[in-house]
């Protein structure tokens, strides 16, 4: 199921759609990909999505996604891939 794992004990890079990468000396893993597509999520994008500093991909299409696209993403300096067509974003 998609949705398995989410909000269990299990790292975040073992949960369906993210992907994660060594980060410097200290070697923790990073979150670098988001790939949710055509999840049926539904709701607007979290500012919080600006916390992932380490994010390169981010691809949400074909859910249900509404609102304004945070200008937060914009501290996204590793960002290469913004895909979040067929929903319903402005921005």
């Known amino acids: 199921s ?9 790292s975040e890079c073992q949960w369906f759609g993210v992907s994660c990468t060594a980060s410097g000396s200290s070697g923790d893993e990073e ?13 607007t994008l979290p500012s919080e999505l600006s916390l992932l500093t380490s994010l390169v991909r981010l691809a ?10 945070p200008s937060t993403l914009g501290l996204l300096t590793n960002l290469r891939e913004l895909e979040v067509n067929q929903n319903v974003l402005v921005g």
Do not use: P, Q
């Not at 998609?2 to 299990?10: D, N, Y």
């Open 60 to 69: 949400l299409e074909e859910d249900f996604i509404v609102g304004t696209i």
């Open 31 to 43: 979150v670098d990909t988001l790939e949710i597509r055509a999840n049926n999520m539904l709701g």
């Open 2 to 10: 998609s949705t398995a794992r989410f909000l269990s004990a299990v």
